[in-house]
């Protein structure tokens, strides 16, 4: 009996992603780029999605983040993000007195999560930040089962105490990382036809 209670799950996995039906992905730009980061790793962000849906139906992908519009590369990124299956909610940075740069959308997050409320069954919430706990309470009580995905260091009590899963980020990492391309080089077609025509003469 105790050796049951002990267990992490009531449920086995297949079982809870039975019970997702459609899920809403909720995405912390700042806090996963540093997660990341800690993990050492570049995200996938296509085998993120593949991950975070695990073949559930798939209402949206919010990616929340802070942008400096003069960054050509971030708004490349960005770029493709909204063309592979993200909707992007962008806000731009503020500079701190201490000069860093910074742009907070927990607000943003909030409210998205609270006015789909009725739209989506799972709300998967990419972030560690303990000030979306009020927020994933509130929802939850109104029916919606909330999945938080994050890193465990980085991770406040207060929003896994009141998210229904928590996934994580290294126990996951090998299934979202890009894969590193050891000894590759590039090697244009056309030297292979010079090489082919100098040894045929």
Request: some cysteine; overall charge negative.
């Amino acid at each position: 009996m105790l050796n049951n209670l002990s267990n992490d799950s009531v449920f086995t996995p297949e079982q809870v992603l039975e019970n997702r039906g459609r899920v809403a992905i909720f995405i912390d730009g700042s806090n996963l780029f540093y997660a990341a980061l800690q993990l050492g790793i570049e995200i996938d962000y296509t085998k993120l999605l593949c991950r975070l849906t695990a073949g559930s139906r798939l209402l949206r992908s919010f990616f929340y983040t802070g942008v400096d519009r003069t960054n050509e590369k971030q708004q490349g990124f960005l770029l493709w993000m909204r063309r592979n299956g993200y909707r992007v909610i962008a806000k731009d940075l503020v500079q701190l007195p201490d000069g860093s740069k910074k742009a907070n959308l927990d607000v943003e997050i909030a409210v998205d999560m609270m006015a789909l409320v009725g739209s989506y069954d799972t709300a998967v919430l990419v972030s560690g930040d303990g000030d979306l706990a009020y927020a994933v309470d509130a929802v939850s009580y109104r029916g919606v089962r909330v999945e938080v995905v994050s890193l465990r260091s980085m991770t406040s009590d207060s929003l896994i105490n009141v998210a229904d899963r928590y996934i994580d980020l290294d126990g996951i990492k090998e299934d979202i990382q890009k894969t590193p391309r050891h000894n590759y080089t590039y090697r244009p077609l056309s030297s292979f036809g010079l090489m082919d025509e100098q040894q045929q003469s």
